[in-house]
């Protein structure tokens, strides 16, 4: 299994797309960087009045959404990539057993995206501390330390679900345009619609949306959501349909 587990991570090292979603996640970390710089000093230079009215300065809210793109991206491409190139043939000559071939793609990429995104997760409150913690509410958006250290936590826990769901429709649609579209969909499309449903739909689909899983699972959102174990059920329900989906889409097909 752990030559499995090598060939696996050599093959996600050898795509330049990888470095290309690292590169998007650097840069909007950057930007998210910008952004706390320029609110924090608009609020030093505004009226009391002027600074009810601020939005938190925190760089997650920008960050993590691409992020969570950006890594169901990889976790897609880290199917779609061998099978368009036709490079899945010889894999699975060496690998015959498929189940063997999926543990080591969820092992890759649940590894690479949990470190990477509890990375990206924690730098981004992290910054947003030093650059806006020691300013009041509404600028820095959390009561204490705790509130934003869970947040960070369960950003990068989300980035880590939406990677083994970005596996799990890549084995489904192996395309990855078709896949980058589901995920679109999920990430950007579903919530809307749910937005647009009548009461009490709309705010019960929301809840159960990939997007606003993360707050919920931290227990700093607002009110009338779900409690943080029922968000880690539902987390842990997206990844285990979207990957059995997967998994029975890449047992029955040809290479």
């Not at 608009?42 to 809210?61: C, L, N, P, T």
């Not at 043939?89 to 543990?103: E, G, H, K």
């Not at 009041?136 to 705790?146: F, I």
Request: hydrophobic share 55%; aromatic share 8%.
């Amino acid at each position: 299994m752990s030559d499995i587990f090598a060939s696996e991570l050599l093959k996600v090292r050898s795509v330049r797309s990888s470095y290309a979603l690292l590169a998007v996640v650097g840069a909007m970390l950057a930007l998210g960087v910008v952004m706390v710089i320029g609110m924090t000093v608009d609020f030093d230079h505004s009226s009391a009045a002027e600074q009810a009215k601020f939005a938190g300065a925190d760089a997650s809210v920008i960050v993590i959404p691409f992020t969570q793109f950006c890594f169901a991206a990889f976790g897609a491409l880290a199917i779609t990539a061998e099978v368009g190139s036709g490079m899945i043939r010889p894999s699975l000559v060496a690998v015959p057993r498929r189940r063997s071939m999926i543990a080591g793609k969820v092992a890759v990429v649940g590894g690479l995206t949990l470190v990477f995104g509890q990375l990206v997760a924690f730098a981004a409150y992290l910054v947003s501390r030093l650059i806006a913690g020691g300013h009041p509410a509404p600028l820095w958006p959390y009561d204490s330390t705790s509130d934003g250290v869970r947040m960070a936590l369960s950003n990068g826990v989300s980035i880590l679900v939406l990677g083994l769901v970005g596996l799990g429709v890549g084995m489904l649609v192996r395309s990855t345009a078709g896949a980058l579209i589901t995920i679109v969909g999920l990430l950007l499309i579903l919530p809307t619609v749910a937005f647009f449903l009548p009461d009490p739909w709309g705010p019960r689909v929301s809840r159960v949306m990939l997007s606003n899983l993360a707050p919920q699972l931290s227990g700093t959102a607002d009110t009338g959501v779900m409690p943080p174990v029922w968000a880690a059920v539902t987390m842990a329900a997206w990844v285990l349909v979207a990957l059995g989906a997967g998994a029975v889409a890449f047992f029955r097909r040809d290479p």
